[in-house]
């Protein structure tokens, strides 16, 4: 029985892989596929004098939300609530400095 099995398996196997689709390669068996460099940045031809270069529709929604979020970060970070262990001990000295009747502020 067991050598029956082993020489089933090879067979086996191979059907198989003919069934899952066989190879699969990157580059689909195209050959190589890739942008060849223009020397030019982003590819772009740079324009005769005179004509302005024409913005393509995600450009305006990219700067929007680059700077947006950029604004709005800032804003957030000027007004975060200072949670340092400093600013809490000073707080905590002063409180208990009053509470024994003494004084926190010098002149």
């Not at 990157?26 to 223009?38: D, I, K």
């Not at 024409?54 to 200072?82: C, F, H, R």
Request: proline share 7%.
């Amino acid at each position: 029985m067991p050598s029956s099995i082993l020489r089933v398996l090879p067979k086996w196997a191979a059907s198989r892989s003919l069934q899952c689709g066989g190879r699969r390669y990157a580059s689909h068996g195209h050959g190589p596929q890739y942008n060849e460099p223009s020397g030019y940045l982003f590819s772009e031809k740079p324009l005769p004098p005179g004509q302005k270069r024409k913005k393509e529709d995600w450009e305006n929604m990219w700067y929007i939300g680059m700077y947006g979020t950029m604004a709005v970060a800032s804003v957030l970070l000027y007004y975060k609530p200072d949670t340092s262990i400093q600013t809490w001990a000073l707080q905590e000295a002063k409180a208990r400095m009053e509470a024994r009747g003494e004084k926190t502020h010098y002149t």
